[in-house]
C-alpha cells in the first residue's frame, strides 16, 4: 500500500515548519502543505489541531496521528518512516547524542535566535539591553555548534541527521537574526559556516525555500512575514485587529 500524504500545516515565513519539510523531503515521504496566514494560527481551525496556536502541526492520515511541536514532529517522522536510519541512527549512543543534539535546538537556538530576532527586527521601540542580550546568545549557541564540529563534519556519527537538518532554517537567516551582512553572518565559526553551507546547496533545502518564496509571494509577504506596506509588528497586530472587530461587527449585524 502506498503512503499516504501527510499533511503539514505552515505560516510560510517562520522557520521552524521548514525544519519538517526539510526532513519530508530528505526521506522522500509524500506531503501536501495546508498554508495559513499569521493571523489565523490562533484561530479554528487549526487550534482545533494544536491548542497552543503555533506552527508547524501535521495530520497523518497513515497512522491517524495528528502532532505538534517541531522536535516531536521529527522524531516522529524518522521512527514512523526512516526505516533505513538514513537521519539517525540505531545505536544506543549515537541515537541518543541525536536526540540530545536535536533538543539543544529546539530549547536554546530556536527561542533565542527568535528573541533576537523580535527585538532586532521586528519590535517597534529599540531596546539596547535586550538586543545585547539575545545577540549574545545567539553568538553564545554558534560558539556550542563550533566546538560541537570540532574535528568532524557533522554533529552525530559520519552521517548528516536530523540533528543537523534542523538547525538550518534559522541559521540560514542568521544575518537577519544579527542584522549584518549576509557574507559575514558566520564570522568567528568557519566550521558551523562550512556546515551549514554543504546542507543548503542539498536539493532538499532548495525546494523547500522555492515553495516557501512562492507561498510568502502568495500572501502578498515580505521577507519578514509582515505584509509588504507594513513597517513593524506592532503596526501589523493592529491591522489584525481591526481586521477581526470589523469581521465581528458584520457577523453580528446580519
Known sequence: MSTKPI???????????????????????????????FQDIKTKPLIDLNPNGRVPAIEDPNTGLVLWETGAIILYL??????????TYGSLQEKSHVQQWLMFQVSGQGPYYGQA?????????????????????????????????T???WLVGDKMTIADLAFVPWNDRLD????????????????????????????????????RAKLMDEQGLMWNGMPKDVSNMEEYQARIRAEKDAKAEAKAST
Not at 24 to 33: A, F, S, V
Not at 118 to 139: C, I, T
Open 7 to 37: 499533511r503539514v500545516w505552515l505560516a510560510p515565513p517562520g522557520p521552524n515548519p521548514w525544519k519538517v519539510v526539510l526532513v519530508l523531503e530528505e526521506l522522500q515521504i509524500p506531503y501536501e502543505i495546508k498554508s495559513i496566514k
Open 78 to 87: 524518522v521512527e514512523q518512516y526512516d526505516v533505513v536510519k538514513k537521519l
Open 117 to 149: 530576532s523580535w527585538f532586532h527586527v521586528l519590535h517597534s521601540e529599540k531596546l539596547p539591553s535586550a538586543v545585547n542580550r539575545y545577540v549574545d546568545e545567539v553568538k553564545r549557541v554558534c560558539g556550542v555548534l563550533e566546538q560541537g564540529l
Open 151 to 153: 574535528d568532524k563534519k
Open 176 to 211: 537577519v537574526v544579527l542584522m549584518c551582512p549576509a557574507e559575514s553572518k558566520f564570522d568567528g565559526f568557519p566550521r558551523v559556516k562550512a556546515w551549514h553551507e554543504s546542507m543548503i546547496a542539498r536539493p532538499s533545502w532548495k525546494k523547500a525555500m522555492d515553495t
